[in-house]
Nanobody
Framework: QVQLVESGGGLVQAGGSLKLSCAAS????????MGWIRQAPGKEREFVAT????????YYGDSVMGRFTISRDNAKNTVYLQMNSLKPEDWAVYHC?????????????????WGQGTQVTVSS
């Protein structure tokens, strides 16, 4: 069974940075597309970023492009999200997720396994 455990969330001032980590276990991590999805209170889930199994291909949501960077270390079964220039509107619970498809995707329905999430709070 796939398990995804996020860490690294916290409270940060606007303009600051955080780096989230997601440790995966349960099957061959390096074979799967991974993504980060966030959900703010009272809002729908929002695609943030995705990365191919090799790490060579990445894709970002419009609201985070140029500020966030997704990466992965297949030897450590871990995917990361470096978040810079944080804004109050980035305040959300951030989930990592695994997609059962071959190519990077922003389609949330293609992510079959989700972690519990880590809270990111950005103060203005």
């Amino acid at each position: 069974q796939v398990q995804l455990v996020e860490s690294g969330g916290g409270l940060v001032q606007a303009g600051g940075s955080l780096k989230l980590s997601c440790a995966a276990s349960g099957r061959t991590f390096s074979s799967y597309v991974m993504g980060w999805i966030r959900q703010a209170p009272g809002k729908e889930r929002e695609f943030v970023a995705t990365i191919s199994w090799s790490g060579r291909t990445t894709y970002y949501g419009d609201s985070v492009m140029g500020r966030f960077t997704i990466s992965r270390d297949n030897a450590k079964n871990t995917v990361y999200l470096q978040m810079n220039s944080l804004k109050p509107e980035d305040w959300a619970v951030y989930h990592c997720a695994e997609a059962g498809v071959r190519f990077t995707t922003a389609n949330l329905s293609e992510y079959g396994y989700w972690g519990q999430g880590t809270q990111v709070t950005v103060s203005s």
